[in-house]
Structure formats: C-alpha cells, structure tokens
C-alpha cells in the first residue's frame, strides 16, 4: 500500500502500490535515500533488472514508499537496511513532484522527499532489490548522467544537482 497525496504532499488515502501506478498514475508519496562515504562520493545502485520500472538504470542509494502505518522517518531506516544492508543519519534536505510514463503502462507520480547520510562501512545490498552498487566521483558521476542520461533513474536526474548542492552545503556548515 501507497499514501495517496495531493500537491501539498497532504494525505488523501492510500492504494494499493501497482494500482497507483497504473492508468495514468496516482500522486502518492516517496522517498529518495542519497549516501555519502567521507571521501565525498556517492553510492549509487543499479536496479534489479526484476523492478516493475527503471530495472536495470542507475540510481540513489535506496527509494522506496513510506507505509501508511509507519512514519517517513521509520520507514527511511527501515528501507536502506533492507535494500543495501545498513543504517546511517538521514537528514531530509528538500522535496520535489515528478510524473513520467514507462513503456511497461505505468506511471511514477511521485511526491519525493530526499534525505542525505554518511556511510562509511560494510554494504550488503539485497540482491532482489540491487544488480550492483559502487561510489562514484561526483564531478565524474555529473559528467556520465550528461553524457549517458539513458543509464539512469528518471527521478535521479531530476534531483542529482541539487542533491550535490545540499550535501555542499551540509559539508561546509559542520
């Protein structure tokens, strides 16, 4: 199950997940989970090929859909371990609306809240969830998603610089 929103990310009902995503798609609420290691670059991992949408294209860390019984900030925590097999502080920088439509009939109408975290240790990630995983240069990851935007997560693309522009800031004010 989905929480359904409307423009102000306020509640309106919850879905079931695939029947959010069909006939044009349902605004329901998401999250987007971007990692940093101390060196300043960030992990990225490729989809499952076995995703309903974007298997196989680079992405963020972890995304998911908070479930209507457990809050965001739970269910943040609760996502990355199960997709790449470990916690952090997630801080929660900005939000962002996006709809695109796949080749598959589904949309993706997403009100997308985007956290930040450092991690430095061990990653396992759930094979189920994640082909492979690596940390990337950020001046080099900018470059491939202009050079190469078909190998990445259409909401990726939409939030990396500004991402890149928190994650600065975080760094210079601590």
């Known amino acids: 199950m989905v929480i359904l929103v409307d423009e102000n990310d306020k509640e309106v009902g919850i879905e079931e997940k695939i029947k959010a995503h069909e006939g044009g798609g ?49 269910m943040v925590h609760k996502r990355l371990k199960e997709e790449m097999g470990f916690d952090c502080e997630l801080e929660e920088v900005f939000s962002f609306k996006y709809k695109i439509h796949f080749d598959n009939g589904l949309t993706e109408w997403e009100y997308d809240h985007v956290f930040i975290g450092e991690f430095n240790g061990e990653i396992k990630p759930n094979q189920k969830e994640v082909s492979e995983w690596k940390w990337v240069d ?10 190469q935007p078909q190998n990445y997560a259409y909401w990726f693309k939409i939030a990396l ?14």
């Open 138 to 147: 950020l001046k080099e990851l900018q470059k491939d998603v202009n050079k």
């Open 26 to 74: 349902k605004l329901h609420r998401a999250f987007s989970i971007f990692v940093f290691n101390s060196e300043g670059k960030m992990l990225l991992q490729k989809r499952a090929k076995t995703k309903y949408h974007s298997g196989g294209l680079w992405t963020n860390a972890c995304c998911s859909h908070p479930s209507p019984e457990k809050s965001l900030s739970v």
């Open 161 to 174: 610089n500004r991402v890149i522009a928190c994650y600065n800031n975080l760094k210079t004010d601590s």
